[in-house]
């Protein structure tokens, strides 16, 4: 295990999903007209499958049990991902993909990761000895909000979820998409990821949706002693990009590499 290196730079990107109002009849009564968000947010609801399709608690069970024969033995983390409807968060033309195990394209050249990608990223934060014997992840931080999924499953948990979006128009879907779900321990910050968020500092738990070739500084300082950080981050010797994990002591970080991931590039500043 090494020490955690300094700074480098940060992520994210989606599409604002355009829904056109059904052109008026001529018999049809005047109504006073609604907000765009809204009626934008009551449209998408109405396009998804409902009832025994994917809104199905049966579609989710499946995939879930799919994820533990596959190796996710963090029930807790399972029970979050059987509670989060996946299909809510990606674009209609797409929600029959929305239970496969595969990244899905969300605008921007970004993606929303594979299933099994999050679980184990999710998986390695509860992992934490600080994390097992509180039984949540206590403060979160996220690292790029893109379309709001993580977000969702980050809000059963840990007590509170800071997310930070770079990109605006992916702040304000991500916004869109968790306001039906009404989970208020969630946060949405539209800044620069790569700064972090430190009026909220310190985390409990930190968690990164892009990588670049070393960890901000900003993270490992608002990281609090006894905390997990999580992140994709470049391997060694040019390999591509690897899983980190790192844990801050009293005086120190202490890092060690998992698995190779495939995420997108850490970017610095606002759009």
């Given at each position: 295990?090494?020490?955690?290196s300094?700074?480098?730079r940060?992520?994210?990107?989606?599409?604002?999903?355009?829904?056109?109002?059904?052109?008026a009849?001529a018999t049809?009564?005047?109504?006073?007209?609604?907000p765009?968000?809204?009626?934008?947010?009551?449209?998408?609801?109405?396009?998804?499958p409902?009832?025994?399709?994917?809104?199905?608690?049966?579609?989710?069970?499946?995939?879930?049990?799919?994820?533990?024969?596959?190796?996710?033995?963090?029930?807790?983390?399972?029970?979050?991902i059987?509670?989060?409807?996946r299909?809510?968060?990606?674009?209609?033309?797409l929600?029959?993909?929305?239970?496969?195990?595969?990244?899905?394209?969300?605008?921007?050249?970004q993606?929303?990761?594979k299933?099994?990608?999050?679980a184990?990223?999710?998986?390695?934060?509860?992992?934490?000895?600080?994390?097992?014997?509180?039984?949540?992840?206590?403060r979160?931080l996220?690292?790029g909000?893109?379309?709001?999924?993580?977000?969702?499953?980050l809000?059963?948990?840990g007590?509170?979820?800071?997310s930070?979006?770079?990109?605006?128009?992916?702040?304000?879907?991500?916004r869109?998409?968790?306001?039906?779900?009404?989970?208020?321990?969630?946060?949405?910050?539209?800044?620069?990821?790569r700064?972090?968020?430190?009026?909220?500092?310190?985390?409990?738990?930190?968690?990164?949706a892009?990588?670049?070739d070393e960890?901000?500084?900003?993270?490992?300082d608002?990281?609090?002693?006894?905390?997990?950080?999580?992140a994709?981050?470049?391997?060694?010797?040019?390999?591509?990009q690897v899983?980190?994990?790192?844990?801050r002591?009293?005086?120190?970080?202490?890092r060690?590499?998992?698995?190779?991931?495939?995420?997108?590039?850490?970017?610095?500043?606002?759009?």
């Open positions: 295990m090494n020490r955690a300094r700074p480098t940060f992520p994210l990107g989606l599409d604002r999903v355009v829904v056109k109002a059904p052109e009849r049809d009564p005047i109504r006073p007209q609604r765009l968000q809204e009626a934008a947010a009551d449209a998408r609801r109405q396009a998804l409902t009832g025994v399709g994917l809104d199905s608690a049966g579609v989710r069970t499946r995939m879930v049990s799919r994820l533990r024969a596959e190796g996710v033995a963090d029930e807790i983390v399972l029970s979050a059987a509670s989060v409807p299909h809510a968060f990606v674009d209609t033309a929600v029959v993909q929305a239970y496969e195990d595969t990244s899905l394209p969300i605008g921007h050249g993606t929303i990761s299933p099994s990608v999050v184990r990223m999710l998986s390695l934060l509860m992992a934490s000895p600080y994390t097992r014997a509180r039984g949540h992840l206590g979160v996220e690292i909000t893109g379309c709001g999924y993580q977000a969702a499953l809000s059963h948990l007590r509170h979820v800071v930070i979006e770079r990109l605006r128009p992916l702040h304000h879907k991500a869109e998409l968790l306001e039906p779900f009404r989970r208020h321990n969630v946060r949405l910050v539209y800044g620069d990821g700064v972090g968020h430190a009026p909220n500092a310190p985390y409990d738990s930190i968690i990164a892009a990588g670049g960890l901000p500084q900003s993270w490992l608002q990281l609090a002693v006894g905390g997990r950080l999580v994709p981050m470049e391997g060694s010797h040019g390999k591509g899983l980190m994990v790192v844990d002591f009293e005086s120190d970080w202490i060690s590499v998992h698995e190779a991931v495939n995420f997108v590039p850490l970017k610095s500043g606002i759009a």
